[in-house]
């Protein structure tokens, strides 16, 4: 990577309190500045230096024309101005590498410029020889062009960063006693009350105390349906209000707002070497060596081996080194991450731990939590059975009509199953077996099976051998004590969950549950969703030996929870992923986290991770196997035919091989055929 780049990696970027404090944006900008003031300036100076050139002279037949005395001298002082202004990017850079003892590309045109430079002066000075200033002004131009177009892929390469900071506005309207005031979002703090017009996007975390409206966070979480938020409800700093207007209470600012979060997750993953690139880096010093002494060689087996001039044989020298710069290597990898990390995180996934999401594509097996992970967490009808000639729809209105004033999980969840209640009278709460109350006049009890027990109430004949009360929570709903009939209730599966584990199957990756819950309740969900094996009655310590049980089956395994309780489980694993919804991005020991809770994004990280994995293959493969062509050539191997590269055409190709890599880096997408 360039000197510049290694002498400062991490740059304070601050927008109105967010904080960010690797934001490498302003950074890369103002290098491409340089190097496109660079480049034109010193463009221009080429111009006297070819025209004054004798070689270049002699090929338009103006030797005559303008030549004249002292020209030499001339040429001599354009061209100490463009090795000093246009080369000083590479000549700092070949001191830095030097002195932290790793010699790279910017070592390698360092040495180039500074070999033609000194050996031409020379030349102008007395020594025998042919001058190289053309030639050493056209490489500079050309390095610095590629540095240019270089500088602005890294830019692209990190927009989606540069978005996710612009997301917050600069101010917000701050609810004082006389009405609102418009203050900026870096005088916010927790406990401020905020006005969101509508359309307007949020200033910062918080909870809704007032208004209802749709909120669209799809750049945060990925999610591109709005989300209805209502009073109670949490907001999320950086997501776009809809048609209503909302007033929140501030509870995360700056550095502790979700959005802050994600890109500082997203910068360290980014900045974070994994082992593929620590692998690129190897391979570039080592090509950085190769070089230098194919330069040397090149040199030697031309002048003493062939005996050509000592002019001719540094030219081959200088090419190959030129050619043979390992920059292109530099970035393969590094590139690749910038895009794929900023990517995911725009789709929901943020990426902890490099080199565990690169271990994703390998994965054989995956652990799911159920609760809260392959479920929703909470309890749902799901399924009604009435007896006799009771509906379904009046079993539910009278559970619903007694439930109503109760605040119990099952209560609420009967509540929300239907539509109609009825007022009901004397209602009481049966203490640890349900509740009853007068409805339409008659005595109406929702009640556990314990209760029909102590009262010696009867089930009607084949409701204890339906098949759906298994695994599942029972209460019956008794009319004057005849029970009229039962609603079963369960941790609702998530809709997506069947289509997650099916995907995954598809793969090859067997599909595993882990969970608290007895054996019956495990193996109801386990077989609505097809999972391959089950682990019930496991207490949360327990999980990780769970994980380390399966790894003995020398299987790279994943474990999908929700940050919490299965903290331990998610260490352990090869893969640890996160469920975290809304604000909760702060799972510590996860590799990954899945911004929207949807198990689905759990197959969308392999296939990113694969993804990745191809594009940095391709990126190496580039980086390097243009070398085996080029090498050859600009030692002149093909001299004998007439084929014979400049350091200038050399410096050419060595660049278009870096802007590939850079351009192919952006092209990383995943495609549903993936």
């Known amino acids: 990577m360039h000197a510049e780049e290694n002498q400062e990696n991490n740059h304070e970027h601050t927008k109105q309190g967010h904080g960010n404090k690797h934001d490498h944006q302003e950074h890369h900008r103002q290098m491409a500045e340089d190097f496109k003031k660079r480049f034109w300036i010193s463009l221009v100076l080429t111009i006297p230096i070819l025209l004054l050139a004798p070689i270049i002279q002699g090929a338009l037949g103006l030797r005559q024309t303008l030549a004249f005395s002292g020209d030499s001298y001339v040429l001599f002082a354009f061209s100490v101005i463009i090795f000093i202004y246009g080369g000083k990017p590479f000549l700092t850079g070949l001191w830095s590498e030097l002195k932290s003892r790793q010699p790279g590309m910017m070592t390698l045109i360092g040495l180039a410029i500074t070999v033609a430079f000194v050996y031409s002066s020379a030349v102008v000075f007395g020594v025998s020889g042919r001058t190289f200033f053309w030639e050493l002004a056209t490489l500079i131009d050309v390095m610095l062009l590629g540095h240019w177009i270089e500088m602005k892929s890294v830019l692209g390469a990190s927009r989606a960063m540069e978005e996710l900071v612009q997301l917050l506005p600069s101010e917000a309207h701050r609810v004082t006693n006389g009405g609102t005031a418009d203050v900026p979002v870096s005088e916010l703090s927790e406990g401020d009350k905020i006005v969101i017009k509508p359309g307007e996007r949020i200033p910062a975390d918080g909870s809704i105390v007032e208004g209802n409206s749709d909120v669209n966070e799809a750049m945060l979480t990925g999610e591109s349906t709005p989300v209805d938020k209502g009073e109670g409800d949490e907001v999320i700093g950086g997501s776009v209000n809809g048609d209503g207007s909302l007033t929140v209470e501030v509870q995360k600012t700056g550095e502790e707002g979700y959005l802050s979060k994600i890109v500082d997750m997203v910068s360290e993953a980014q900045s974070a070497k994994s082992r593929s690139q620590n692998l690129a880096d190897r391979a570039a010093f080592w090509l950085t060596i190769i070089a230098i002494s194919a330069g040397l060689v090149t040199w030697l087996a031309w002048w003493l081996g062939v005996g050509r001039a000592f002019d001719f044989a540094l030219e081959r020298s200088v090419t190959v080194m030129v050619i043979t710069c390992p920059h292109a290597l530099g970035l393969a990898i590094p590139l690749v991450v910038a895009v794929s990390t900023a990517l995911s995180a725009r789709n929901g996934l943020l990426i902890r731990n490099r080199n565990s999401f690169e271990q994703a594509r390998n994965i054989q097996a995956i652990i799911f939590d159920k609760t809260g992970t392959l479920t929703q967490g909470t309890f749902g009808v799901a399924d009604v059975f009435p007896a006799g000639e009771t509906s379904r729809e009046e079993l539910l209105t009278l559970a619903a009509s007694v439930e109503q004033k109760s605040e119990h999980p099952i209560a609420k969840a009967i509540v929300e199953e239907t539509e109609e209640t009825r007022d009901a009278q004397e209602f009481e709460a049966i203490k640890g077996k349900g509740a009853k109350a007068k409805v339409d006049g008659k005595n109406v009890a929702v009640v556990s099976p314990g209760y029909l027990e102590e009262n010696n109430l009867s089930v009607p004949e084949g409701m204890t051998d339906r098949s759906g009360l298994a695994g599942k929570t029972v209460v019956y709903v008794v009319v004057d004590d005849t029970v009229l009939g039962a609603i079963a209730l369960a941790d609702q599966v998530r809709p997506e969950s069947r289509e997650a584990i099916d995907k995954i199957k598809e793969r090859g990756i067997t599909a595993m549950m882990v969970t608290g819950d007895n054996e019956a309740v495990a193996r109801a969900v386990a077989d609505e969703l097809g999972i391959d094996e ?125 802007v590939v890599v850079a351009v192919n880096a952006r092209f990383l997408k995943v495609n549903d055929d993936d």
């Open 534 to 658: 089950v682990f019930a009655g496991v207490l949360p310590d327990k999980k990780a030996d769970k994980v380390k049980e399966v790894q003995g089956r020398d299987l790279v395994v994943a474990m999908v929870g929700d940050g919490i309780n299965d903290a331990p489980a998610l260490a352990q694993a090869d893969v640890g992923v996160a469920i975290g919804a809304g604000t909760d991005v702060a799972a510590e020991t996860a590799d990954v986290v899945l911004v929207q809770s949807d198990p689905l994004d759990v197959v969308e990280m392999i296939r990113f991770a694969e993804a990745t994995h191809r594009k940095m293959i391709q990126n190496l493969w580039w980086a390097t196997g243009y070398n085996v062509v080029a090498i050859p050539l600009a030692a002149g191997v093909l001299f004998s035919l007439g084929i014979l590269l400049s350091p200038a055409v050399g410096a050419l190709l060595m660049s278009l091989s870096t």
